[in-house]
C-alpha cells in the first residue's frame, strides 16, 4: 500500500512526513532524468539518497517513477523539444539510456523494490524522442534489459493509463500485445501497471468487469499486475448523490479485486492529501477531493473503504 513523495511539500508540509510513514508500506520516488542527470555525466541523486534514508527509517519500500517517460521529463541538454531530437544518433542515445538507468538503478539498491522502466508507451507521440530515434518497442525490450542487469532482482514495470471512466478494454489489449512483443524480443517485464485516475461522473458501470480483465490479461501474459496510480474525482457539485460515500465505494471495490487475485500485488493511492492533488493544478479541477485524506489529513469515507478491503484481505479460493 502506497502513495507518492511529493518533494515540493514533504519538507513544508508538516503532517506528510508523519502520514506518510504511519500509513503506507511503500513509496513512489519520483526520478525523472531532468532531475537526476541535469547535465550530461553529472547525476544528482540526493533526492533518491534521502527517500532511501527515510524509507530505511520507516521500513518502508521505494517504488522508482520513472526511468524512461516524455520528452518534458528529459534535460535540456538532450535537446528532445527540437525536431531533429537533439540530432542524437541511435548509438549514441542507446548509451546514454544505458548509463542513466543502470546509474539510478545500481543507486537505489534493495529498498527499491521496483522500477517503472517506461511509462505510458501508448500516449500520443509515444514516448518521444527515445521511441523516434530508438523505435518503440526496441527501446523498451533494451530499457528492461538495463534494468534488469543493473540489478536482477528488482521489479520491472512497464505502466501505462487507461482512461477516466474505468479500465478500457481496447487500451488493455493494446497494451498487453505491445508487452508480447516486447517480451518477444528479450525485454524482463515483471508487472503490468495499471493507472486509475478515475472521475465518478464518467465511470462505466462495469468498471469492476474491466479492471477483472485486465488482471485476467496480465495473468496469462506472465506478468504481475499492480495498481500504480490510483485517485477518484468526487464528480461536480450536484453531479453524484453522496459523492464521499460512492468514492469510499469505488476505493473498496478496486482494493477489494485486487486483493481477491493473487496475482495483483500492490495498490497506490496518486497523492497523500487532496490539498496536495494534481487534479487540482494540473487538470483544472479546483474542487477535486480524490484521495484518502482531506487537507488537514483527516481521515475521509475512502480511506475507510480501503481499510475495509484490506482488513478482509486476500479470500483467493
Not at 68 to 77: E, L, M
Not at 174 to 196: S, T
Not at 283 to 292: E, G, M, T
Request: proline share 4%; with cysteine.
Amino acid at each position: 500500500m502506497g502513495t507518492a513523495i511529493q518533494r515540493r511539500f514533504w519538507d513544508r508540509d508538516p503532517g506528510f512526513k508523519p502520514t506518510l510513514a504511519r500509513e503506507f508500506n511503500h513509496a513512489v520516488s519520483i526520478v525523472f532524468m531532468k532531475f537526476t542527470q541535469p547535465q550530461r555525466g553529472h547525476f544528482d541523486l540526493d533526492s533518491i539518497d534521502d527517500d532511501m534514508l527515510f524509507a530505511k527509517m520507516h521500513n518502508m519500500k521505494l517504488f522508482g517513477a520513472t526511468l524512461i517517460y516524455r520528452n518534458d521529463t528529459s534535460p535540456d541538454w538532450l535537446n528532445f523539444g527540437r525536431f531533429t531530437c537533439g540530432g542524437w544518433s541511435a548509438k549514441e542515445l542507446d548509451q546514454i539510456m544505458k548509463e542513466q538507468i543502470q546509474t539510478l538503478v545500481r543507486r537505489g539498491g534493495d529498498t527499491y523494490y521496483a522500477w517503472e522502466v517506461v511509462n505510458e508507451p501508448l500516449a500520443p507521440g509515444q514516448n518521444g524522442c527515445w521511441s523516434r530515434v530508438l523505435g518503440q518497442d526496441e527501446m523498451i525490450a533494451k530499457a528492461f534489459q538495463y534494468a534488469r542487469e543493473a540489478n536482477p532482482h528488482a521489479l520491472l514495470v512497464l505502466n501505462d493509463t487507461f482512461g477516466q471512466a474505468g479500465v478500457d478494454k481496447e487500451r488493455t489489449d493494446e497494451f498487453f500485445a505491445l508487452i508480447q512483443r516486447v517480451k518477444k524480443l528479450g525485454g524482463p517485464i515483471d508487472v503490468a501497471g495499471c493507472e486509475m485516475h478515475l472521475e465518478a461522473q464518467q465511470l462505466h458501470a462495469n468498471y469492476i468487469d474491466e479492471f477483472k480483465y485486465f488482471l485476467e490479461q496480465a495473468k496469462a501474459a506472465g506478468v504481475q499486475a499492480q495498481v500504480t496510480e490510483m485517485d477518484v474525482y468526487q464528480g461536480p457539485a450536484g453531479a453524484i448523490q453522496d459523492p464521499y460515500q460512492n468514492q469510499k465505494k469505488i476505493f473498496y471495490d478496486v482494493v477489494h479485486t485486487c486483493l481477491q487475485d493473487s496475482n495483483c500485488t500492490s495498490f497506490t493511492v496518486w497523492g497523500i492529501k487532496d490539498g496536495l492533488t494534481w487534479l487540482r493544478t494540473q487538470k483544472d479541477l479546483p474542487d477535486a477531493n480524490p484521495v484518502l485524506f482531506d487537507d488537514g489529513y483527516g481521515k475521509k469515507p475512502a480511506y475507510y473503504g480501503v481499510l475495509e478491503a484490506l482488513k478482509q484481505g486476500r479470500q483467493v479460493h
